[in-house]
């Protein structure tokens, strides 16, 4: 198994009297995917933030290569390899592909920009993720959602970062165009990224994810092994009808340990029996 590139200990992150996370502990390794899910205000995206250097923890520890660095604001975080690719993909749609991919980094030749060179960079970029756009000088505005998510990820690869963050990259996008952004992100894998893909999708995470680590109420209620886990086991996690973080490839992988440890699901949880049962789809909030 890789050694992690990136170590989470004990964050917590709290906003007034409300505890966005508590005591989080995540491990990054490279040529992975570690998928983090969880229901609305599990924190998902406070940890991304948190990685990314966009929010500074009240406590805990963040370890690169295992040495302890501080992530106090997105640059630093992209100086130690780090980098983030948010919902929203901060793209100008008036801008071309060029511009979105170097908008703040652009290669200058003396005073002028060097158009030539980063027109070169960005079909390089966009050619490591075998991702289809027509042009590079097309405005970003008439591309697809899915060709969109691609200059968003090129993007977060210039200075070749060693670990992304993708949070809900296939928010709001088609059956086609999610296809797409999953391959994107199994050809980060190749590439020897370490890859955190915060996402409301099971069907998403269980198709790209090596690890699954549910977040509910800012704390890590269970870790699971994606190849060898239902998504009944997923969604018990998720709902708090289970918790625990089970042994990985061990007795018992993807079948967390009982709330109440009894042996069965606790029935004082909503929606809820003595026996275990396929949640009804209603009941569960992406």
């Not at 406590?59 to 997105?74: A, F, I, K, N, R």
Request: charged letters at 20%; proline letters at 6%; one cysteine or more.
């Amino acid at each position: 198994m890789n050694a992690s590139v990136l170590s989470l200990r004990g964050i917590s992150k709290s906003y007034g009297a409300v505890r966005a996370l508590v005591d989080v502990d995540l491990e990054i390794r490279p040529h992975e995917v570690v998928a983090v899910i969880g229901d609305n205000g599990a924190g998902k995206s406070t940890l991304a933030g948190v990685i990314s250097g966009a929010l500074v923890p009240d406590s805990g520890q963040v370890l690169l290569d295992g040495q302890p660095v501080s992530l106090s604001t997105p640059a630093a975080a992209r100086s130690h390899g780090i980098a983030a690719v948010f919902q929203d993909g901060a793209l100008c749609a008036n801008l071309d592909v060029v511009e979105n991919i170097f908008l703040g980094q652009e290669v200058t030749r003396a005073v002028l920009l060097d158009e030539v060179a980063m027109e070169k960079q960005a079909w390089t970029l966009l050619g490591q993720l075998a991702a289809r756009v027509p042009s590079v000088r097309i405005p970003v505005g008439a591309l697809s959602g899915g060709q969109r998510q691609a200059v968003a990820i090129a993007r977060s690869l210039l200075g070749e970062p060693r670990v992304l963050v993708l949070d809900e990259p296939t928010s709001a996008l088609g059956i086609t165009q999610t296809a797409e952004v999953l391959s994107l992100i199994e050809r980060l894998r190749e590439r020897g990224h370490g890859v955190v893909l915060i996402s409301h999708s099971m069907a998403d995470v269980q198709a790209v994810a090596d690890r699954i680590v549910v977040l509910r109420l800012g704390r890590v209620n269970g870790e699971f092994d994606a190849a060898s886990t239902s998504y009944e086991d997923l969604i018990a996690a998720v709902t708090g009808a289970t918790s625990g973080v089970p042994r990985r490839g061990g007795p018992g992988a993807g079948a967390p340990r009982p709330a109440d440890g009894t042996g069965r699901v606790r029935a004082d949880v909503p929606g809820s029996t003595d026996a275990p049962r396929r949640p009804d789809a209603r009941e569960v909030i992406p």
